[in-house]
């Protein structure tokens, strides 16, 4: 029996299902599920898909927050893929909990039209234990010496925690990079999202065989050049109204499209 659809497809409905307070939530969103897919998806192709169909509904989800109502038609014409396999990359988005899809009707004629697609935020692992009641009677006494014990123990632990999640670098920023940009910013979190930059900028050119514009060597010297160029303008005191990573992005991809045409580069 088919399911009865009781949303209509009005500028309305969208904002109700918008799943997003501002933009760069959004952004955290998809960098998240694009660090899952490459984790978890084993084939290369499919991984490039899966990301593409993310960037592409997250370009046109900006209107109304994490809602787009591009048709797979659209999608699969935009990404130069068959119907179906834009389907089958939808199924796996939704099974991975990155979206959901909600059937929509036109006003005008009550018909089917384009799903809304959502991008489901990440969810923070949230316990659904409620706490335990306190006893009524008086708890036991615990020695002094006892805890001052489990005192230097949490602290020793805490310690260590800070440490690594200050200094380690995640294995995907080459070394080069990593121990150059170290110099300026001692996050590791900061390190990590300028290679992020440099990775999304290198765009794919040949989905099938997930090749991309730049090797993986061409890759790295663009990005150390790139940084080298950012750390000049941030020292002349330039102005960065849309933030470090954005002016930053613009500093790789404006070096990227010159080194393109680059044929001593290129052929490296």
């Known amino acids: 029996m088919k399911k009865c659809i009781d949303v209509i497809a009005n500028e309305e409905s969208y904002i109700n299902l918008s799943t997003f307070k501002d933009i760069e939530g959004m952004n955290k969103t998809i960098r998240t599920n694009k660090d899952i897919i490459r984790a978890t998806v084993k084939r290369s192709d499919v991984q490039v898909r899966l990301i593409a169909l993310l960037e592409l509904l997250k370009r046109h989800s900006c209107k109304q927050l994490g809602v787009s109502y591009m048709s797979k038609n659209t999608i699969a014409d935009k990404l130069e893929l068959s119907y179906k396999t834009v389907q089958r990359l939808m199924k796996k988005l939704e099974d991975l909990g990155m979206i959901r899809q909600v059937s929509m009707k036109r006003k005008k004629d009550m018909l089917q039209t384009a799903n809304a697609i959502i991008i489901q935020p990440v969810q923070d692992d949230v316990s659904d234990k409620t706490p335990p009641k306190e006893s009524e009677k008086c708890p036991t006494k615990t020695k002094p010496v006892s805890l001052k014990q489990n005192n230097k123990r949490l602290n020793k632990r805490n310690r260590s925690v800070e440490l690594s999640s200050a200094n380690f670098i995640a294995h995907w920023v080459p070394k080069a990079f990593a121990d150059f940009t170290s110099n300026f910013y001692s996050k590791a979190e900061t390190i990590q999202e300028f290679w992020k930059v440099v990775k999304q ?64 580069f290129v052929s490296q």
């Open 201 to 264: 900028c290198n765009r794919v050119i040949d989905y099938e065989n997930d090749k991309r514009a730049f090797t993986g060597d061409q890759e790295l010297q663009i990005g150390v050049k790139a940084f080298k160029e950012f750390v000049m303008k941030l020292k002349a005191g330039t102005r960065m109204i849309k933030g470090e990573f954005a002016y930053f992005n613009g500093i790789v991809n404006k070096l990227m499209d010159k080194l393109y045409f680059d044929h001593d």
